[in-house]
């Protein structure tokens, strides 16, 4: 079985779940359920329903796999700090660009640049984990992507079609490039793979320790 094809199976089911969640996240938002679970505040204010935190599940799920199927990391505490690395990169670079004063313009492409870099920092620390990752970001993320050009375009009043208080007057497309197809295809990317790996990498760590009684995970393989 060629990677590609190990790789389509792995997220399958995932990738479904994750669809699954964000029609009953629309639902929930255009029938105006509890915002506490469906918020419409732009970015979506933190509402439990929705696929940001099936991230660290699915995170920990894909690295069992991996690791059982004998495609583990080189070293789980090399993977584990080589994804705390990249995600560190994303709060410096919003540090940096607040310190300043950049419009949200100009941030855009910094966020979606750095977001990319850390990424592959967290890819290179466990590789299968981070292309499985990616695939499934890809899968998850795309769908959010369409749905919130729909979502502009028939303004529903969903957080989908909202952006940051500072964004400026654009068109529609412009507007949905800016606020929906680049950060979902680039920070929400980088997310995933990122946060991904850090509880992945986590979780081979503990069952590393589970399998042999000692501190560590012993090479499980080729990454």
Known sequence: MNDTVRTGRLILVPALITLAVTALRLVGELMHWSP??????AGGAGAIVGIVWLVPI?????????????????GAGRALGMA???LAFVPAAIGLATAMKLSFMAVLPILAVVSLAGAFVAYRGWPALG??????GLAARIPVALLMAVAMMAN????YELGPPNLPPMGLFTKWVAIGLVPQLTFWIGFTMMVGAIFGSV????GGRAR????????????
């Open 36 to 41: 506490r679970f469906f918020s419409r505040e």
């Open 58 to 74: 699915f995170g920990v799920y894909f690295a069992r796999k991996l690791v059982a199927a004998g495609l583990g990391p080189a």
């Open 84 to 86: 705390v690395l990249g």
């Open 131 to 136: 292309r499985v990752l990616g695939a499934y």
């Open 156 to 159: 529903w009043g969903t957080h």
């Open 203 to 206: 979780a081979a760590m503990i």
């Open 212 to 223: 042999s009684g000692g501190p560590a995970l012993a090479p499980a393989g080729r990454a």
